[in-house]
Antibody, heavy 111, light 107 residues
Framework: EVQLVESGGGLVKPGGSLRLSCAASGFTFRSYFMTWVRQAPGKGLEWVASISSSSTYIYYADSVKGRFTISRDNAEDSLYLQMNSLTAEDTAVYYC?????WGHGTLVTVS | DIQMTQSPSSLSASVGDRVTITCRASQGIRNDLGWYQQKPGRAPKRLIYAASSLQSGVPSRFSGSGSGTEFTLTISSLQPEDFATYYCLQHNAYPYTFGQGTKLEIK
């Protein structure tokens, strides 16, 4: 069974940092592009960043470029999102996903 | 960036109705489009991939069509569990972009 379990969310002050993790299981993690998507309270879905299977290709939304870093550890079947210089506009549920399967999300509140 | 214009933004319908949701891309995206259903407090779930292929385990009342710039999601006969918000996502080019969402409500 495919599972993606995010962790690391919480309350952080403006200007602070947070590192999200996503533990993958039930599939060959190292074979998949992985993505982070976020959803602000009551709003739609926003793509944040994607990383290729071997980390060769990395892409960011303009809204997070230079502040967020996506990375992965294929030996640990884990995906990460390092978030720096956080602002209130970064408050959202952050989802880890393959395009066909999403984790349950982790809430980041910047206040 | 590719803009995805989704319509309508909200829709009231009854159980048994046929409904159609549309996404238009600002430039051609071949068939690199998925449709997702999201219920309150839950993660999105993919219904359709490659514009018209039904995700495994998804009821056959859901269907997708289109290619290039115009795409539709059709629910042939609404069931009570289908009342949710629906999004399209283009993954033809970065940045990936979602439609604004369609909230499907019970009439």
């Amino acid at each position: 069974e495919v599972q993606l379990v995010e962790s690391g969310g919480g309350l952080v002050k403006p200007g602070g940092s947070l590192r999200l993790s996503c533990a993958a299981s039930g599939f060959t993690f190292r074979s998949y592009f992985m993505t982070w998507v976020r959803q602000a309270p009551g709003k739609g879905l926003e793509w944040v960043a994607s990383i290729s299977s071997s980390s060769t290709y990395i892409y960011y939304a303009d809204s997070v470029k230079g502040r967020f870093t996506i990375s992965r550890d294929n030996a640990e079947d884990s995906l990460y999102l390092q978030m720096n210089s956080l602002t209130a506009e970064d408050t959202a549920v952050y989802y880890c996903l393959r395009l066909d399967f999403w984790g349950h999300g982790t809430l980041v509140t910047v206040s | 960036d590719i803009q995805m214009t989704q319509s309508p933004s909200s829709l009231s319908a009854s159980v048994g109705d046929r409904v159609t949701i549309t996404c238009r891309a600002s430039q051609g995206i071949r068939n690199d489009l998925g449709w997702y259903q999201q219920k309150p407090g839950r993660a999105p779930k993919r219904l359709i991939y490659a514009a018209s292929s039904l995700q495994s385990g998804v009821p056959s009342r859901f269907s997708g069509s289109g290619s290039g710039t115009e795409f539709t999601l059709t629910i042939s006969s609404l069931q009570p569990e289908d009342f949710a918000t629906y999004y399209c996502l283009q993954h033809n080019a970065y940045p990936y972009t979602f439609g604004q969402g369609t909230k499907l409500e019970i009439k």
